[in-house]
C-alpha cells in the first residue's frame, strides 16, 4: 500500500499527490512514469513522476482529472492510500551533457517537462521552458519550473504571461538559438506543431507520448505508436521519442478511441492514457 502523504489541488480538475514509494523515489529518473491501482479491482492508470524526494521516500503525480478513474484518484485524501503503484516505467529522457535546451509544457504537460528540466539544470545545461494553459487558473508548475532557468508563460486568453499559444514564443526563441535539444509535452497536436517548428532547422526535439497504456510491459499491444513507420510501444520503448518520426494523425486517432467511454465510470471508463 502506498499512502498519499500531501494533496495540493493545482486547479480545477487537476490534482497533485505526493505518495509514499520509497524504493521509486530512490531511483526514478526524468521521463519516467508509474502505473498506479487505487483498488484492487481498479483501472491501471499510467502517470508521468512529477518529482520525487528520496530522503522521505515520496514520488510526486500530478492527475489530471479525464474519467471516472482519475476523479477518484485525484479525490484521494492524505493518510489514504492506494493499493499499488508500479515503476519507475519506461527509458529515462535523453539528456545532453552541455548547451541550451528548450523545454515546451501545454497545460498538464508542464508537470511533465519539470523532471526533464531538473534533470537538465542537474547537469549544468542552460534550460529555458515555455508553458502555457487555457487561462491562468489553468497554468501549473510555474515556481516549480523557474527554479530551473528562464521561463515563458503564456495563456490562450491573455489572462496570464503572453497571449498566445506556446508556439508562439517559441518561435521567437527558436530564432534566437542554437538549442541542443527542444523537449515538448502537451496535446499531441502541440507536440506536432513543436515539431513541425522545430523541423527546419533538424533541431533534435524529443516528445513524450501519452497512448492508451494497459499493463505497461509491452505485453497488450495498447500503447502502440508509430515512429519513423515502425511500430513501438510507448511503455517499453519510449514514452519519449524522436518527435519528428511520429506519426501524429495515428496518434490522434487511437487517443480519440476511447472519448465516448471515457467519462461512463466502473466497466465503461478509460483513463489508460499517460498523463
Ligand atoms: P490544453 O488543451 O489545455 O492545451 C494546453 C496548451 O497547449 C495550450 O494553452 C497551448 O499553449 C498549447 N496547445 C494546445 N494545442 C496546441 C496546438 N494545436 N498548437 C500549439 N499549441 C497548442 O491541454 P491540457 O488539457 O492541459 O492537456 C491535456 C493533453 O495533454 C491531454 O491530451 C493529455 O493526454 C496530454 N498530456 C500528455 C502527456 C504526455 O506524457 N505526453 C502528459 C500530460 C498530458
Ligand atoms: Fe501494453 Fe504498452 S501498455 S504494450
Redesign the pocket.
Known sequence: MNKVVSRQQLSRGITRLEIQAPRIAEIRQPGQFVIVCLAEDSERIPLTIADSDPQRGNITLVIQNVGHSTQELGNLRVGESLFAVTGPLGHPTELPDQGCALCVGGGVGAAVVHPIAQGLHRRGVKVTSIIGARTREQLIFETELRRFGDLIVCTDDGSHGCTGLVTDPLRTQLAAGPWAVVYAVGPAAMMQAVAELTRPAQIRTIVSLNPV????????????VSVGGVTK????DGPEFDGHLVDYHDLLDRLTTYHTFEKSGPGGAKDHCKL
Do not use: H
Open positions: 497504456m494497459i499493463d505497461g510491459t509491452g505485453m497488450c499491444g495498447g500503447c502502440r510501444f510507448a511503455c517499453v
